[in-house]
């Protein structure tokens, strides 16, 4: 079906099998994230939401089950493939910033265009409006070490949409501001995300933010279920 963005079927993933270490973190996860929604996802520590977001942007792969992004299942693909679905497909953001410190705000998010073939010119044109878009404009010209932590993380939002992917992974994208701060950097992201058909999923520990998603699934015990 063209309109699920990530569908994951029956994903199951152990670490260390069959050692006195081992640990089963996912047992059969399944979910489809439709295009133009935005789901949070809340586990608590440790519940493996980093390994099923690794997973869901290919970053990982599963003991069984698929993985499959805007209709192409990933299952048996190689590197080049996995890499060339997850450049032009999904855009991640994590609870820290890593952005690359030798670069401006515009060039970090310029250059992963520059990377997919995009003019430069026209890469620093989606990049200041990316960056106006989040109220960050005026600190294009800045490294990542002279800007707070939450135009960090705006600047990072425009990274990862910076190639207009289908999907958003997020691992507790605000995670680290308090929580005035990481409610208007949530405001930016959805700044961004409006009208784009953009499908995300993000972890997160605040349920006011997850509130205000469309939905709200919950990790425990290896599956996915509706929170409560
Ligand atoms: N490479 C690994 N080898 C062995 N065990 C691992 C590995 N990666 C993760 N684990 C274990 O798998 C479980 C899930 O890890 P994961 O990082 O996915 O959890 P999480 O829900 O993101 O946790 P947190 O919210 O604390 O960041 C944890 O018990 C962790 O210790």
Redesign the pocket.
């Known amino acids: 079906m063209n309109d699920v963005t990530l569908r994951l079927s029956g994903i199951e993933k152990t ?2 099998p069959g050692t006195p ?1 081992e ?1 089963r ?1 996912l047992r059969g996860v399944d979910l489809a994230l439709r295009a133009g929604e935005m789901v949070a996802l809340v ?1 608590p ?8 977001l690794h997973i869901a942007g290919l970053l990982d792969v599963p003991d069984a089950g698929a993985v499959e992004i805007a209709g192409q299942d990933m299952t048996g693909r190689g590197d080049r493939a996995r890499t060339a679905v997850r450049r032009q497909d999904v855009g991640f953001v994590y609870q820290f910033h890593h952005l690359l410190p030798e670069f401006t705000a515009l060039e970090n998010v310029t250059l992963p265009q520059l990377a997919n073939g995009v003019s430069e010119r026209a890469a620093q044109a989606r990049a200041m409006d990316l960056l106006t878009r989040v109220g960050v404009a005026e600190r294009a010209g800045h490294r990542p070490a002279a800007l707070s932590g939450g135009e960090q993380q705006r600047v990072a939002f425009c990274r990862a949409l910076a190639n207009a992917p289908r999907l958003l992974l997020a691992d507790e994208p605000t995670g680290n501001l308090d929580p005035a701060t990481s409610d208007k950097v949530f405001d930016a992201l959805l700044e961004l995300v409006r009208g784009t058909g953009l499908s995300a999923l993000i972890a997160t520990h605040n349920m006011d933010l997850a509130d205000r998603m469309d939905r709200v699934l919950r990790l425990e015990d290896g599956r996915l279920t509706p929170a409560a």
Not at 45 to 52: D, E, I, N, R, V
């Open positions: 670490y260390l270490g640990v973190v586990a520590s440790g519940a493996g939401k980093s390994t099923l």
